[in-house]
């Protein structure tokens, strides 16, 4: 009897320091539908490794373009002119226009870095950026772009949103994004009655075309005057089942939240009515039950299409807002590695609004996460 006790004693010891490790890598997310990424700003290459995505669903290789040609820098006097042309590698996990279900892996190289530009930078903690944080954790940094916590490592996330996007077509599940504020240019009209399909009609990415003019105005304002500017992205995905999410930790929403935060320069995150519903009575608040085509549906959405942590059928909607970029070329005061004081003006090609690019990063976590769901309520049912 006690030499079992000690086998069970070592291999929950086992077990317990592999989740330690896994834990903190902090390079993966998604349960059945999981996502590990690679790579750095200024390195060779990066990429994403898909497990769990089912056999046999079509590969759509113009959808991954578009997604990563949205993303990309360069495309626009209101981007970095850094140019990537984002050609993608499918490695494994796809034969003859299929999944295979195996995994899938996609490689991004790096083909305009200019590492020169970062050198004045590497003994600086710049304002607002990971340098300091990133250097008491691993005591090094690539200073390098900033390496894993530049905004260049989301290129691999939004390839790795587009297969979850093919997996959710399939089933009817629309994600869309656009820009609603910028700074204190705001788009005035409410997620059920824009048509985010517009979005892509200017480089803002704003359904709106009088609203987008006014940003556009705004961003070249800000970059002129050497500084940078934030603002609101509103995501919408329609015909979601109900029955998706948990009723306790991995709620949907909380975990749509843990996907927005974890995008680079986003501080904020509300779904449905968010801080605005915390104003209104119950009775303003509430969602009423109606009989609507022969199925359930509700009055109103100021739940944003999920109640107790899991989706009600109706659209879920929500916005994340993302803070100004951190790099801008107006001098500012900080700190070097000596705890010298020092003046500091970032040179090199950054954007003075993440915003335009960012809606593909917001798509691309949102499929993430609604594929993982959808994968963990097909699996409960």
Not at 186 to 191: E, I, Q
Not at 278 to 288: L, M, Q, V
Request: aromatic share 6%; net charge neutral; glycine share 10%.
């Amino acid at each position: 009897m006690k030499k079992v006790a000690l086998c069970c004693a070592t291999i929950f010891i086992s077990t317990h320091s592999k989740n330690k490790s896994n834990g903190m890598a902090g390079n993966t997310y998604g349960q059945l539908f999981r996502i590990t990424t690679f790579g750095e700003s200024h390195g060779e290459a990066l990429g994403v490794v898909i497990d769990g995505c089912p056999p046999r669903i079509t590969f759509d290789v113009d959808l991954l373009t578009e997604a990563l040609r949205k993303r990309k820098p360069g495309q626009s006097d209101l981007t970095s002119p850094r140019k990537e042309a984002d050609a993608f590698e499918v490695l494994s996990g796809v034969f003859e226009g299929q999944t295979t279900g195996t995994p899938i892996c996609i490689l991004i190289r790096n083909s305009d870095q200019q590492s020169n530009d970062y050198d004045a930078l590497k003994s600086v903690y710049r304002p607002s950026h990971a340098d300091y944080t990133y250097t008491m954790k691993y005591g090094i940094r690539d200073h390098r772009g900033s390496g894993r916590a530049s905004a260049r490592e989301t290129v691999a996330r939004v390839a790795a949103g587009a297969v979850a996007s093919m997996l959710l077509k399939q089933h009817g599940i629309l994600v869309h994004a656009y820009v609603s504020q910028v700074g204190s240019v705001k788009l005035h009209h409410s997620p059920e009655s824009v048509d985010p399909s517009k979005a892509g009609l200017n480089w803002v990415r704003c359904p709106d075309e009088h609203t987008a003019a006014d940003m556009i105005r705004l961003i070249e304002k800000v970059r002129e005057d050497g500084d940078s500017v934030g603002g609101t992205i509103t995501g919408i995905v329609r015909n979601v089942p109900p029955g998706l999410g948990e009723p306790v930790f991995d709620k949907l929403h909380a975990d749509l939240g843990k996907a927005m935060l974890s995008i680079n320069a986003c501080k904020g995150f509300e779904i449905g009515s968010g801080f605005e519903g915390s104003t209104r009575r119950g009775s303003e608040e509430n969602d009423a039950f109606v009989k609507k085509e022969n199925r359930i549906a509700t009055l109103s959405n100021h739940s944003g299409g999920i109640q107790g942590g899991i989706s009600n059928g109706e659209p879920i909607y929500f916005r994340c807002a993302f803070k100004p970029v951190s790099s801008i070329k107006k001098e500012q005061t900080t700190l070097n590695t000596d705890l010298q004081t020092q003046n500091l003006a970032i040179e090199g090609r950054h954007d003075p609004c993440v915003l335009p690019r960012a809606v593909a990063i917001v798509e691309a976590m949102t499929a993430l996460t609604l594929a993982d769901h959808w994968m963990r309520f097909k699996a409960i049912q």
